[in-house]
């Protein structure tokens, strides 16, 4: 691994940014964690800290987040352009020395090792009273979240990685453990995290709950049920989780579907990273990221088109509000005035790429009409910008309620009439009907994993793990339209569902050995 996060981290001056407040730095730069753990306060700024780790461009600010989640059908990107990194995983043929790779590697291992400075050392915080040790532990409850959370999207990438739960040192070279050594970790986080976390921290956007905690612990057992772990009896527990967080009525979902992405922390955020552009961390997969290459604003602003779905995923979703709000299918073309727009359709020969577009993600966080990304009437694009103060939900509540259906139909004989109500919910909020009754318990599982990847698409790689642990990547390719990027076939399918480690940190520790594959 990389020696600049396997270094024990002394210097916390870190900055944790919400939607409305930025926490104040601290310069202890030249302390000990033994010796900086002195007050709440102090414990604090730490747990600040992981958050920050988890947001830059080089983490999770960025659509590079997603590098290896290409190779699912939500997924594409331009066949030139600067994409080769993203293009070679949607091509099935990423490598070790993908540079964006290094992305989905590095923010995650760094948010690892700074929780791990905070659980090392919190007890050094004074805790003479019931309500400071209950601070003490909402606190470090958010750190063992952070390191779930972390390990869990690093452990789905890349398979076995270390189980680093301790501080080392820059000279250690720690073996790779087994993925489920890593997840008996990530369950063991997520259920102190649940012991120590509250229901809501008031006035506090973006920081772990107790019910963040249930359900990402929901995600994750729903996960284990498939590749690589494929144990069945993880179903019930998936779906006991699920069914208290939504039993306990914090969330719900957004009447309009719409608003979740242009609103932030609404009823339906159960956990998401925090972003501002004024403090020097904004979130750039909203606004010019996924806008086109052929768009350009009145100000000459443009589209850096970085990603977009396949053409069969777009044609094969259901017609419904849903849908119109997620997918931008008819361009606006800047005429040769710079004033007025041309409106043509996706599949346009006067568009370059021939795709649909994500409309979800255009626009940012939006301000009295007015949009942070991308600013537009019907007809005009006035300003694209790359840069958005948009919250990025890793965890909405109708992943709770589709977790809920498929893990309790999968766990018992069959849907159940709660199973149908929990997925009815999500369809009805799309503009669809009910689920089609008395579907067999195949058939119910496959339509709610069809009604995730609608509804998430584009999301974090939602559907490509999805398609890693049913191991579908053969459905998908035999559906794939023939215009998109062409599959390399010469790599082995089944090496495909994870990604490789990145070159520089198999460099680093000569004792591992690289991803079947690569």
Known sequence: ????????????????????????????ANLTPSSYFKTQSDLDASVA???????????????TRMTSCFGADDLTTDPGLNKGDMRAFDELNGASNNASLLNQWQGPWSAVYQANNVLA????????????????????????????????????????????TTQIQVTDRPQRDSVATIYTTI???????????????????????????????????????????????????????????????T?????????????????????????????????????????????????????????????????NSPKCYRSWCTYYDTLKLLNSDKKTFTLVPWNSPLTHAGHPYFKKFRHGLVTNGVGDGVNETATTILSINPSTNKAMDFIRYPMVLLDYAEASDMAGNGPSADAYAQVNLVRARAGLPNLTPGLSQTAFRDSVVQERAWEFAGENGVRWFDIVRLQRLP???????SLENPINTTNPLATRYIAPIPLNDMNNNPNWKQNPGY
């Open 251 to 315: 969330y719900s979902l957004a009447p309009d579907f719409n608003t979740v992405f242009t609103t932030n922390n609404g009823s339906e955020s159960v956990f998401a990273l925090q972003f501002n552009v004024t403090a020097g961390v904004p979130e750039r997969s909203y606004g010019s990221s996924s806008v086109p290459l052929d768009e350009s604003g009145l100000d000459g602003s443009g589209g850096w088109d970085d990603y977009y779905p396949e053409i069969n995923f777009y044609l």
């Open 49 to 63: 800290a992981i958050y920050t780790e988890l947001t830059p461009d080089f983490a999770f600010g960025f659509t």
């Open 187 to 249: 369950i063991g986080d997520l259920q102190q995290a649940i012991a120590w976390l509250p229901a809501t921290f008031p006035g506090q956007p973006g920081r772990a709950t107790s019910g963040a905690a249930r359900a990402l612990l929901a995600d994750v057992y729903l996960t284990m049920t498939g590749y690589p772990i494929n144990q069945n009896s993880y179903y019930a527990l998936a779906a006991a989780e699920a069914d208290s967080v939504i039993k306990a009525g």
């Open 1 to 28: 691994m990389n020696s600049k996060y396997f270094l024990p981290i002394t210097a916390i001056a870190l900055v944790m940014v919400t939607a409305c407040q930025k926490l104040k730095e601290d310069p202890k």
């Open 475 to 481: 459905q998908i390719i035999a559906a794939r339209n």
């Open 121 to 164: 050392n919190y007890k050094t915080v004074p805790t003479i009273t019931a309500s400071a040790l209950q601070a003490v532990q909402q606190s470090v409850g958010q750190a063992y979240f952070l390191r779930a959370f972390s390990y869990y999207y690093l452990v789905r990438v890349f398979g076995p990685i270390p189980n680093v």
